[in-house]
């Protein structure tokens, strides 16, 4: 969503539960489902774990289907997600996106604006689980530093990048929320 700033900074979220049960996952989990890798090549370097994702075909109807991470780590997930919603946004919307994201060590997002129309209408929503001091996140130029334990909702309708030059992989957790404005534009109501 373009919003009024780079990025905003939401405070503090209690993402310790949430941290844990994705670093508890085994490692074939984050090669479950490979639709970003393979259908954005920006992604390339990174892996996935879905929780639910939004079938971007039937645009501008948004069907949200469930994926194979839900019934490990929506259980911690949907707290943390209700706590950001809850304090920074108004309800009766809907998550058309949620996954836990990995960037490899040595990897790179490289400079990009995410394009399809349901991005123009939902908050993304990043929160850090692991980051290490040679993750660079640039947004529209200037780069960031996100810190565990916070929240932030980045304009995804400018330019991002991330680059990851440490020595250790950086996982953050993603979500978009369509609030309830736009779920009444496009003519529907929350799932």
């Known amino acids: 969503m373009d919003i009024d700033t780079r990025i905003r900074e939401l405070g503090p979220v209690d993402s310790g539960p949430l941290a844990a049960a994705i670093l508890a996952q085994e490692e074939a989990a984050w090669h479950e489902q490979e ?6 090549e920006v992604h390339k ?42 304090q920074h946004y108004p309800g009766g919307g809907t998550i058309i996106r949620a996954m836990a994201a990995r960037l490899k060590a040595g990897g790179k997002i490289t400079p990009h604006t995410d394009r399809h129309p349901s991005f123009r209408i939902g908050h993304r929503i990043h929160v850090p689980i692991t980051t290490n001091r040679r ?15 916070q929240a932030y ?10 680059a990851n030059k440490g020595s250790e992989d950086r996982i953050t957790f993603i979500f978009d929320y369509v609030p309830p404005q736009e779920l009444a534009r496009l003519g529907q109501t929350a799932a």
């Open 135 to 149: 993750v660079r996140f640039t947004i529209d130029g200037r780069p960031y530093k996100l810190q565990v334990g």
């Open 35 to 40: 639709h970003r890798q393979r259908a954005y």
């Open 153 to 162: 909702e980045i304009n995804n309708q400018l330019t991002h990048s991330v």
């Open 45 to 86: 370097d990174t892996e996935s774990m879905v929780l639910v994702f939004t079938e971007e075909s039937s645009w501008p109807e948004l069907m949200v289907r469930k994926e194979a991470a839900w019934d490990r780590l929506a259980e911690v997930a949907m707290p943390a997600i209700h706590e950001i919603v809850g």
